[in-house]
């Protein structure tokens, strides 16, 4: 695998915010491209002026309330329909003109215009002239509007994007996008962007995780561990020994099979942990007697944190957090939370996860089971991960601990495995830098309907 460091020459000003975990897991997997191999968060970074960092927080504060607030009846599922509706996403047929500006787009370009969001951000910028690389709208949209001398670039984040995500004058903008799926690609068309300003890249995963930029030998290893785990009866393997053989030589399984492990991810703002606690409760006499090890992941959120640890001694698995059954991820600082995940992936079999911008971690032949859905965007990106067979909606969590097993015996958790492998991108980190390189030596070609 090619080394990739901060010594590295730097090729551009990689840009998140801090909403969620999306935008910023994103730039992670770019990080060696900026300068020191530090990612930019607009929201956060030192020396923002106060007044922009109180409208950057009362966007976030809100969005992360009224995601919290969902799982209230009626008013909850009110409030966010309200919210989900100003960034919904339409339907893709019949295709039509979708270049008329958002609301969003419209607020958006008000803060810009009249409230100067970003501005110190890209003079700063301006500084040390880069490409910017932004995995998040405003700052592409900032830096246009004030006149950035260097290339502009976003990465998009979910399998489908709404109108947000385009300027006020597509036609006339000089904005690029690197997209990580082909629906995304033809869905900037309908919004009006010009096709040169458009390239099918794939969802950028970190390098720690693929491991070569000509062949993913981190995956197939980690691809060859789970078939052992995942397919113990060899249902699935029965069915796709040629395929297999051809992939890894007829070496595939060839180690003892370990205990299976699970993980579960819940958002940036802790929603749906309540369904992890339903599942740890049916999985725990699973994991007493070394049927399943489990892994919480409460992310930088320390409520999430003491809440995981709460539910942990309520189920009477502390002997087995000690050695070992259970685990959990917390971490006080966001790139440590990025870096301690990035090696999780590795360790584990299975991710469940509500179908965010986790679902494109299938490429890493990762089986996803799916959370219910949070919003417009996991709608699409529920229907791209079904279509690539790389995941499926998860069953009842209080029954988890009898169709989970079902799922393992029978081999379907190995099939989506090999789906995610075969069929999901995993090279889009080494795509975007070959991009910014001028060098397309490790192309190959994407399926351009999903």
Request: charged share 20%; glycine share 8%; proline share 6%.
């Amino acid at each position: 695998m090619e080394e990739h460091t901060s010594k590295s020459k730097a090729l551009a000003h990689v840009v998140a915010v801090n909403m969620g975990y999306g935008h910023e897991r994103a730039a992670f997997a770019l990080r060696h491209l900026a300068p020191g191999g530090n990612i930019t968060v607009a929201n956060d970074y030192p020396g923002i002026p106060d007044r922009e960092r109180r409208l950057w927080s009362a966007g976030k504060g809100f969005y992360e309330f009224v995601s919290r607030f969902k799982n209230v009846p009626l008013l909850g599922t009110a409030a966010f329909g309200i919210l989900d509706g100003m960034q919904r996403i339409p339907e893709f047929y019949p295709k039509c003109d979708l270049s008329k500006p958002s609301l969003q787009v419209r607020q958006t370009y008000a803060l810009i215009r009249s409230q100067g969001m970003c501005r110190d951000l890209i003079s700063r910028f301006a500084e040390r002239p880069l490409p910017i690389v932004s995995t998040f709208f405003t700052p592409a949209f900032a830096a246009e509007e004030f006149g950035y001398p260097e290339d502009i670039y976003i990465v998009l984040c979910d399998a489908d994007v709404s109108r947000a995500w385009v300027p006020l004058n597509p036609k006339k903008s000089r904005i690029k996008y690197l997209a990580p799926t082909g629906r995304v690609v033809e869905r900037l068309k309908l919004y009006g962007v010009k096709e040169k300003n458009i390239t099918l890249t794939g969802f950028p995963l970190p390098y720690e995780s693929v491991g070569g930029s000509h062949s993913p030998e981190y995956v197939r290893a980690d691809l060859c561990r789970r078939m052992c785990n995942l397919d113990p009866h060899g249902n699935f393997v029965a069915k796709a020994q040629t395929l297999l053989d051809a992939t890894f030589g007829g070496r595939h399984c060839a180690m003892k099979p370990s205990t299976p492990s699970i993980t579960f991810a819940v958002g940036g703002a802790g929603t749906q942990r309540e369904l992890v606690a339903l599942a740890l409760r049916s999985l725990a006499e699973s994991i007493r007697k070394n049927r399943i090890t489990v892994n919480l992941v409460a992310g930088t959120r320390p409520e999430v944190n003491e809440y995981f640890e709460r539910e942990v001694r309520l189920c009477g698995l502390v002997a087995a957090q000690r050695a070992g059954k259970v685990s959990i991820l917390f971490e006080t600082d966001r790139p440590k939370y990025f870096s301690s995940f990035t090696k999780l992936m590795r360790k584990t079999d299975m991710l469940w996860t509500k179908p965010s911008e986790l679902s494109f971690y299938t490429g890493l032949a990762l089986p996803i089971i799916m959370a219910p859905t949070v919003g417009s965007q996991e709608d699409f990106n529920r229907a791209w991960l079904t279509y690539v067979g790389g995941g499926a909606d998860g069953l009842a969590p209080q029954y988890m601990n009898e169709w989970l097993f079902d799922w393992i015996a029978s081999g379907a958790l190995a099939r989506m495995a090999w789906s995610g492998f075969t069929n999901a991108p995993t090279h889009g980190a080494y795509r975007i830098e070959s991009l910014l390189r001028g060098d397309e030596s490790v192309w190959r070609s994407l399926p351009i309907v999903v």
